[in-house]
Nanobody, 130 residues
Framework: QVKLVESGGGSVQAGGSLSLSCEAS????????MGWFRQAPGKEREGVAA?????????????KGRFTASKRLTISSGNATNTLYLQMDSLKPEDTAMYYC??????????????????WGQGTQVTVSS
């Protein structure tokens, strides 16, 4: 069973920092792309960072130089958990949104199109005040 659980988020003033985490289990972490997305009220869900199984992480232009994504694989008692992180610095009011982590159902594509991802976490709210 695929499970994605986000944590972190909250409220911060502009210029501040927040960190998000996402524990992911139950899917092929060795091959499938994972990503961070966000959705503001009245707007479409947009890709923030795409994290391939190997290779360079891709960032949306709007967050380049401010957000840093990473991942860590933990294997315990034969069970693998992939934890995604999103470090968000120099936050702006326009970064306010619900943030989601996601995983692809299969290999291949790794980018910012939400419809390409089949597994989603429940989301965590990030609010940046001016």
């Amino acid at each position: 069973q695929v499970k994605l659980v986000e944590s972190g988020g909250g409220s911060v003033q502009a210029g501040g920092s927040l960190s998000l985490s996402c524990e992911a289990s139950g899917f092929n972490y060795r091959r499938n792309c994972m990503g961070w997305f966000r959705q503001a009220p009245g707007k479409e869900r947009e890709g923030v960072a795409a994290i391939p199984s190997d290779g360079r992480i891709l960032y949306a232009d709007s967050v380049k130089g401010r957000f840093t994504a990473s991942k860590r694989l933990t294997i315990s008692s034969g069970n693998a958990t992939n934890t995604l992180y999103l470090q968000m610095d120099s936050l702006k009011p326009e970064d306010t949104a619900m943030y989601y982590c996601a995983a692809r159902r299969s290999g291949g594509y790794c980018g910012g199109v939400a419809s390409q991802y089949g597994y989603w976490g429940q989301g965590t709210q990030v609010t940046v005040s001016s």
